[in-house]
Nanobody, 124 residues
Framework: VQLQASGGGLVQPGGSLRLSCAAS????????MAWFRQAPGKEREFVVA????????VYADSVKGRFTVSRDNARNTVYLQMNTLKPEDTAVYYC??????????????????WGQGTLVTVSS
């Protein structure tokens, strides 16, 4: 499986961006799709996880109320709408896939496939 992430860029504080992650194969209903991010000099951090059938979505507290994850079944694509961006949101954002939901959805080592990352820079 290949995951292709896109949509990063430079945005001012308070602005918005939408990231996309397209999978090369059909995403089954029980799969987990997630976004993580890694800021310079920091460890990779959980952002959001989505069970593909829509039964569960979990956000990190740091993005709750500002970020929204969505999916397009026909396109095997997951999106991350990021609003009210802050400088501390600056990071490389990675999408990830696990072939089965897990209660350890926030742990990066649980995921089987990763996208290449897309850089989001929030700066004035």
């Amino acid at each position: 499986v290949q995951l292709q992430a896109s949509g990063g860029g430079l945005v001012q504080p308070g602005g918005s961006l939408r990231l996309s992650c397209a999978a090369s194969e059909r995403i089954s209903s029980n799969y987990a799709m997630a976004w993580f991010r890694q800021a310079p000099g920091k460890e990779r951090e959980f952002v959001v996880a989505l069970r593909w059938n829509g039964a569960r979505t979990v956000y990190a507290d740091s993005v709750k109320g500002r970020f929204t994850v969505s999916r397009d079944n026909a396109r095997n694509t997951v999106y991350l709408q990021m609003n009210t961006l802050k400088p501390e949101d600056t990071a490389v954002y990675y999408c990830a896939q696990r072939t089965g939901w897990t209660t350890a959805f926030a742990q990066s080592y649980e995921y089987d496939y990763w996208g290449q990352g897309t850089l989001v820079t929030v700066s004035s």
